[in-house]
């Protein structure tokens, strides 16, 4: 079944404490991305990638580090999580975006006390 | 600015009416896209279009690209309860290098009541 898979679905964790959120996708699509998304904000994009070992900045990257470092993975990592970085994330992956067409995952709920 | 603007934001109807979503933009894009997301999930791709003019059908849901490729609507046809959801339009641009850039509107979040 194609799908993107992320992990942890749901994570409480408190400000200063190094976490990583997981990405993987088995559709062998090249482009991969991260967004965020907050009540009255909308889907905000944190950080994308057209290939492995391309990456690049989205509307709202402080704060976070992505890799690629193979095709499948695409790991969101929270060096030193703040409560602002509180909300649902999403990763989600593309063939390409001429046709917009991303596939997302579950999300994943962090809160950050 | 939003570069995407739905509307309306949130729309509560009862079951059997029709309804009308909105994306607008001054922007011209390449593609356009509808997303539903339901609580707890991530969003699922409902269609793409990407000439202007085009409309398309989805059992009961019609969206239509705007001849100048800056504005889409979605019209829902005698609304059922599984409609619920919170309705994402999406627009690809060409960002420069045969890279696209998509971006999103708000949202227009769909109660249909029984």
């Known amino acids: 079944e194609a799908q993107v898979t992320q992990n942890p679905r749901y994570l409480i964790t408190v400000t200063g404490k190094k976490l990583t959120v997981t990405c993987s996708q088995n559709?062998?699509?090249?482009?991969m991305s991260w967004y965020r998304q907050d009540p009255g904000l909308g889907l905000r994009q944190i950080y994308y990638?057209?290939?492995?070992?391309?990456?690049d900045k989205g509307d709202v990257p402080e704060g976070y580090k992505v890799s690629r470092k193979e095709k499948r993975n695409f790991p969101l990592i929270l060096e030193s999580p703040s409560p602002n970085q509180t909300s649902l994330y999403f990763c989600?992956?593309?063939?390409?975006?001429?046709?917009?067409?991303?596939?997302f995952g579950e999300g994943s709920r962090l809160t950050v006390l | 600015t939003q570069l995407l603007e739905q509307s309306p934001q949130f729309l509560s109807i009862q079951e059997g009416e029709n309804l009308t979503v909105y994306c607008n933009s001054s922007?011209?894009?390449?593609?356009l896209q509808w997303y539903r997301q339901e609580p707890g999930e991530g969003p699922v791709l409902l269609v793409t279009?990407?000439?202007?003019?085009e409309v398309k059908k989805l059992k009961r849901l019609t969206f239509q690209f705007g001849d100048a490729r800056k504005d889409s609507s979605l019209h829902i046809t005698a609304a059922q309860p599984g409609d619920t959801g919170l309705y994402l339009c999406?627009?690809?641009?060409?960002?420069?290098?045969?890279?696209?850039?998509?971006?999103f509107g708000k949202g227009t979040l769909l109660t249909v009541n029984p």
């Open positions: 922007s011209v894009f390449s593609s």
């Open positions: 989600a992956s593309s063939f390409g975006l001429f046709r917009g067409e991303l596939f």
């Open positions: 559709m062998n699509h090249e482009y």
């Open positions: 279009v990407v000439t202007g003019g």
């Open positions: 999406a627009g690809a641009r060409d960002s420069g290098g045969s890279n696209y850039k998509l971006t």
């Open positions: 990638s057209m290939n492995v070992e391309v990456t």
